[in-house]
Nanobody
Framework: QGQLVESGGGLVQAGGSLRLSCAAS????????MAWFRQAPGKEREFVAA????????NYADSVKGRFTISRDNAKNTVYLQMNSLKPEDTAVYYC????????????????WGQGTQVTVSS
């Protein structure tokens, strides 16, 4: 797996929506578990959502369940994060990550990271 490049971040009002994308280079995208993490200023990086290699299994942090949806398109080497009903506490830099192993909520379980995209939710 090569480079991961996130896009789609921005400024949105509370209650609004954003869709993040993460484009991966390389020919082995489908062999990687993919995940989104986020990091707010002064806080540790935290797990948001993960999706299995085939896309058949997903898991979410409790704080985003019912509001965020992770998906992937292996033909396009891209993973997405649809974020609805955004709250000010969702403000953070969002990172895409890839793991050769099964999904984990620990950042240490991921082998590749993108550079991050800023999401800011105003109240």
């Amino acid at each position: 797996q090569g480079q991961l490049v996130e896009s789609g971040g921005g400024l949105v009002q509370a209650g609004g929506s954003l869709r993040l994308s993460c484009a991966a280079s390389g020919r082995t995208f489908s062999m990687y578990t993919m995940a989104w993490f986020r990091q707010a200023p002064g806080k540790e990086r935290e797990f948001v959502a993960a999706i299995s290699r085939s896309g058949g299994s997903t898991n979410y942090a409790d704080s985003v369940k019912g509001r965020f949806t992770i998906s992937r398109d292996n033909a396009k080497n891209t993973v997405y994060l649809q974020m609805n009903s955004l709250k000010p506490e969702d403000t953070a830099v969002y990172y895409c990550a890839a793991a050769r192993s099964a999904a984990t909520m620990s950042p240490g379980g991921y082998d590749y990271w993108g550079q991050g995209t800023q999401v800011t939710v105003s109240s």
